[in-house]
C-alpha cells in the first residue's frame, strides 16, 4: 500500500513548506489542498472571505487530485482535513484507494506568530480578518481532528516556530 502523510496546523504554520520538503525528500508526491481549492474559481472566493469551502467540495477536488497519483507513489498532503466527518471520510477514500495512512503531524504556532508569518507571506487571502476568522476556526473545529487523530496514536506534534531547518527535522524525527 502506497502510504499518505497529513499536516495538520493553523494557517501560517508552514504546513505547504514542510509537506513539500517531505514530499521532495522521499519522492513523493504534495498535494497541497489550499493550492488546489484556490485553483477553483468558486472556491478561491470563499478562501478570501476567510470562509471554509464546504466538504463536498473539498473532497471533489481532492478525491480527483489523488486519483491521478500512481498507486505506488506516496503523497504528503496538508489542509486536509478540517473536520472530523472529513478525516473519517479520507480515511474511508484512502482505502478505496489502497492507500494508507501513515503518520498526521500537526504543526503547532501561537496566533502571534501566525499573523507574522502571514504579513511575510502577503498572499491576498492572508488579510488580518480573514486570518483571525481561519484562526477561530481552527481553535474550534481543527483541534478536534487532532483529537481525532491522537485517540487512533497517528497524530505526531511538532513545534512549528522554529525556522524551515529546524522544524524540518522535528518533522523527520516524528517519522522515524
Not at 496546523?9 to 488546489?36: D, F, I, M, N
Not at 478561491?44 to 477536488?61: H, Y
Not at 508569518?117 to 480573514?130: E, F, K, M, T, Y
Request: hydrophobic share 40%; net charge negative; aromatic share 6%.
Amino acid at each position: 500500500m502506497a502510504g499518505v502523510v497529513v499536516f495538520l496546523g493553523p494557517t501560517g504554520a508552514g504546513k505547504s513548506a514542510q509537506a513539500e520538503r517531505l514530499a521532495a525528500g522521499r519522492g513523493w508526491v504534495h498535494l497541497s489542498t489550499g493550492q488546489l481549492l484556490r485553483r477553483d474559481p468558486v472556491v478561491a472566493k470563499q478562501l478570501g472571505d476567510g470562509r471554509l469551502s464546504p466538504s463536498a467540495e473539498v473532497q471533489r477536488i481532492l478525491a480527483a487530485a489523488v486519483s491521478e497519483v500512481p498507486l505506488e507513489q506516496g503523497i504528503v498532503l496538508d489542509g486536509f482535513p478540517r473536520t472530523t466527518d472529513q478525516a473519517e471520510w479520507l480515511e474511508q477514500f484512502l482505502e478505496r484507494q489502497s492507500r494508507q495512512l501513515i503518520r498526521v503531524i500537526q504543526i503547532d504556532i501561537d496566533e502571534a506568530t501566525s499573523e507574522h508569518r502571514l504579513r511575510l507571506r502577503g498572499r491576498s487571502d492572508d488579510n488580518i480578518l480573514a486570518q483571525r476568522k481561519k484562526w477561530r476556526e481552527y481553535e474550534s473545529i481543527m483541534l478536534a481532528v487532532a483529537e481525532y487523530y491522537e485517540t487512533r496514536a497517528q497524530l505526531a506534534k511538532v513545534d512549528g516556530r522554529g525556522n524551515m531547518d529546524e522544524v524540518e527535522a522535528l518533522v523527520r524525527e516524528s517519522l522515524a
